[in-house]
């Protein structure tokens, strides 16, 4: 199984923009589609974006589609997602796992990424 590592995070006010990385470590993901999810204080963690191997289609959660945008550099062996006009409701600690949409959700997570938005 490919090994995901988040990197990104920080501490923005509203309106400002992130971009958040999850770089494989060890073999590479190629064959991988490749997911975001979310986790704020106190609520479930919910899928936010994911992008396929083969063709690069996308999906995104409500909450975000329009302020953001999953790609993918298969030569860095990285997923990107860029995050814009953040509001504080985008707090939460970011995680990317192996797998396309919200569904059939790993069983372990990597320790993910802080993104912190202030009003």
């Known amino acids: 199984q490919v090994q995901l590592v988040e990197s990104g995070g920080g501490l923005v006010q509203a309106g400002d923009s992130l971009r958040l990385s999850c770089a494989a470590s060890?073999?590479?993901?190629?064959?991988?589609?490749v997911r975001w999810f979310r986790q704020a204080p106190g609520k479930e963690r919910e899928f936010v974006a994911s992008?396929?191997?083969?063709?690069?289609?996308?999906y995104y959660a409500d909450s975000v589609e329009g302020r953001s945008t999953i790609w993918r550099d298969n030569t860095k062996n990285t997923v990107y997602l860029q995050m814009n006009s953040l509001k504080p409701e985008d707090t939460a600690v970011y995680y990317c796992?192996?797998?396309?949409?919200?569904?059939?959700?790993?069983?372990?997570w990597g320790q993910g990424t802080q993104v912190t938005v202030s009003s």
């Open positions: 992008i396929t191997w083969i063709d690069g289609r996308t």
């Open positions: 060890g073999p590479t993901f190629r064959g991988y589609d």
């Open positions: 796992a192996p797998g396309f949409g919200p569904e059939n959700r790993p069983s372990s």
